[in-house]
Each structure stands twice: as C-alpha cells, then as structure tokens.
C-alpha cells in the first residue's frame, strides 16, 4: 500500500469516510492487507488526498463490520481471527453461500449462464498458469456471480460481509496443494446444478465447496503451527 497515490470518487450520497471504507475493504479481501497488519493514518490520508478525520471514520465503520481492531494510541489493524473461530465462520460461510447457490438455482436466468460459464473458463485458464492472485479474484468473481443469481439483496450483502471478514485466509487455503484443480472441478459440479435448477444439490456443492473438511481442514490447521 506504501508509495502509491490513488483518488477516491464517491458516488453520490456516499461520504468520503464510506468511499475510503469500500477501498480499503476492497484491499483486504483481495490480500494487500494481511491479517495483523497496521493500518497507517498518516500513509493513507497522504495516499488518497484525504485529511485524517474521514480515515478515522472509515477505520470505525471498518470496526463495525469486525474488519479492523482499535487499539488506542496503537492505531488500526487489520483483525487477525484464531484458527478455531475461523473454522466456525466457514461453516457459517458455507451455509450462507450454499443458500445463494440454492436461490440461484430457483431463480438463475438465462443469460446468467452464458456469464457464469465465461467466468468459469477463465478460471480454468488462470488455473492453468498457476498464477494464484489472478485465479483467486476470477474465484471471486464466481461467487459474486451467484451471489447476484440469488436475487436476495439482504443474503448477499451478509454474505460478503462475512466472506470479507475471512477473505485472507480464504487465499490461503487457495495456496493448498491441489487446491486448485479441486476449485475448478467443484465449481463445475456447483455450476451444473445451477444451471439444471436442482436447488438441493446447488445447496450441497457450494457447501461443501466452501466448508473446510476432512483433508482441507488438517491442511488448514497446519497452517497456523
């Protein structure tokens, strides 16, 4: 993040403390930001062209969606969540896009196949390269697309929410050997079922896709030893 000039343009309604917010959410759900990682006042007002006060805000509203931790005269850091908590947010997180995959099953257009089935063969390309930054946000853009499928503002909206708090350590577990080419394949199976209006077996590909078990789960652990 260091080093780099950007400008915000918030959208109309939207404060500066809000745009600032989406940025550096946006930063760390992509990996820029690690868990633990100071957040420098100072470096991003000067970074974005910004006075201090709307920086402190977006650290509070950050707060608010348990992104960030205060710690007084310490400052803002990115939150760093304990293995055991992160196995139960998965779990959350895989009941909560297992239900999008299921509305989406219900709901999906028609056209949403042809973009759905674009995304995933870009996906299968990046995998390919084993280039993880590029597969990891075209991954994303995979779960966005059936977020919207769903057609349930409010469930996708939590849904990020949460998919934000434990987007790093989703990077992780997409660095796990094989990992990859199990992605590719579930999302096949998740898209499929989609696409062939079967929302219970929407439902258990996309959580099983997302929850971590049996191999995933020891692999995941070791991670933090």
Known sequence: M??????????????????????????????HLEPGSRLDEQEIAQRFGVSRTPVREAFRLMAAN????????QGA????????A????????????????????RRVSQAWGAEIGEIHQRLVTAGKT??????????????????????????ADQTRKLRNQVAAYRRRVTRMPNRIADTIREHEAIMQAIL??????????????????????????????
């Open 66 to 73: 348990n992104l960030v931790e205060l710690r007084g005269r």
């Open 2 to 31: 260091k080093n780099r000039q950007d400008s915000l343009a918030p959208s109309p309604g939207m404060t500066l403390a809000e745009c600032l917010r989406q940025k550096l959410e946006g930063a760390i759900a992509a990996g």
């Open 86 to 105: 992160l196995i139960e947010m998965f779990q959350v997180m895989a009941e909560l896009e297992g239900l999008c995959a299921r509305l989406a099953a």
């Open 77 to 84: 850091t990115v939150r760093s969540i304990k293995a055991q």
């Open 130 to 155: 084993a280039d993880i930054d590029v597969f990891y946000d075209i991954n994303q853009e995979f779960h966005e697309a059936i977020y919207e499928a769903s057609r349930n503002a409010f469930l």
């Open 196 to 225: 062939a209006h079967d929302p219970e077996r929407a439902h258990s590909a996309m959580r099983d896709h997302v929850n971590l078990l049996g191999d995933n789960l020891l692999d995941f652990l070791a991670a933090f030893e």
